[in-house]
Structures are given as C-alpha cells and as structure tokens.
C-alpha cells in the first residue's frame, strides 16, 4: 500500500505539474493539486508511530495539503487563508526538526554558518518585496520569519537528514519565487510558465524531500 501511494503521490504531481499548472481555475485542478501531498501526508502516518513527535510531519503535510488547496483558487480571494495554512505547517515542521534535532548542532561552525546564512536571505527577500506588500506586510513578515526558522531548524538535524535540508531549502526556493510573481510580477526569464513550473517542482520535491528524510529518522 505505502508503494503504491507513492506512485500516487508522485504521479499525479507529474500530471498536476504537466496538465494543470497553469490551467484555469476549477474544483477539478484543486483537487488534483491537493493529491500529492495528501497522498504523503497519509504515508507518513502510516508509516511512522502514530502519536507524539511522529504525528507532526503527517500534521504538517496535511495542512500543507489544505494550503495548497486555497492557493489553487483565486489568489484574491484565497490568498491569506493559504498563507495561513502553510504558516501553521512550517511552524509544526519547527517544532519537529527541533525536537529531532536540537540546539547541539550549533556548536558545529558549518552548521552555524548555514543557519545565519537563512534569515539573511529571508530578510533581504522581504525587503525586496516590501514597496509592493500593501495590506499584506503583517502577514508576509509573519510568513517569512516562519519559513526562515523552518529551514534553520531544519539544518540542526543529523547529517543523515540532509534529504529534510534540501527540501527545506527547495520549499523556501518555491515560496521566494511564488512570492516575486504575486507582489511583483517578476517572472524566470519573463516567462509564466517557466515561473510556474519551477514554483510546483520545487515545493512539491522540497516536501517529498523533507518526508522521506524524516521518515528515515527514529522519531
């Protein structure tokens, strides 16, 4: 059964990323948005204990799941509610590479320097899109700094995890650039399609990235 909904999850994010990226807003496209995390979501909590720590990735996933389901809709609309969700998924993704991690990963000199390396970007992306937030500042700031601690977080885990790392910073990688295109227009190459593939390739690989790593850690 997990085999097989692997095969789902990757699938239809293959079929969502090739068919339905850039199609028009429906209940059909948002459901099929929803599938491939889902689909992880379900494989994390039957694969790992289910209670304590452990239940906070299959958590994550699943609101993450929810989110992507808002921003599948009109982004006026939907937006803040979809901000919302993943604002929450990132904070549970905090408290669980914390948990699984630790502060004694601070006391390495790499690890240390990638860590103060993330809010760094985190800030002077904020900063770039600052003049074009408007009413939206309180919740991109709030947004951001969650995102940032996620992916700092994420690099106090065992080396072993780097799989959760890459993801994090994949996912972080797919906001920045979702977030040029929605506050500034800015697009890779000026194209929307190159912007909108890059966008679901990097955010759905950062979270199958970010499952398989934590899946392969004793929670």
């Not at 992507?68 to 990132?90: E, Q, T």
């Not at 890459?166 to 972080?172: E, T």
């Amino acid at each position: 059964m997990i085999t097989a909904l692997w095969l789902v999850s990757a699938l239809s994010a293959l079929v969502y990323g090739a068919f339905w990226v850039l199609a028009p807003v429906s209940p059909l496209r948002t459901v099929i948005k929803m599938v491939p995390v889902a689909a992880l979501a379900l494989i994390a909590y039957l694969t790992g204990p289910q209670h304590g720590v452990a239940m906070l990735l299959p958590a994550a996933l699943a609101l993450s799941a929810v989110g992507d389901g808002f921003l599948a809709g009109d982004p006026k609309r939907w937006l803040p509610l979809g901000l919302a969700s993943f604002l929450v998924a990132h904070l549970i993704y905090v408290a669980l590479f914390w948990s699984a991690g630790g502060p004694s990963g601070l006391s390495e000199p790499v690890r240390l320097a990638l860590i103060m390396a993330a809010p760094i970007g985190g800030v002077g992306m904020l900063a770039w899109l600052w003049p074009h937030l408007g009413a939206m500042r309180g919740a991109v700031s709030a947004y951001v700094a969650a995102i940032v601690a996620m992916l700092a977080t994420s690099l106090l885990l065992p080396w072993t995890a780097w799989p959760v790392m890459v993801g994090a910073l994949a996912f972080m990688a797919s906001d920045a650039i979702l977030s040029a295109d929605l506050f500034r227009g800015a697009k890779i190459a000026g194209s929307e399609r190159l912007s909108a593939y890059a966008i679901w390739a990097l955010y759905y690989g950062g979270q199958a990235a970010i499952a398989l790593g934590l899946m392969r850690l004793d929670l």
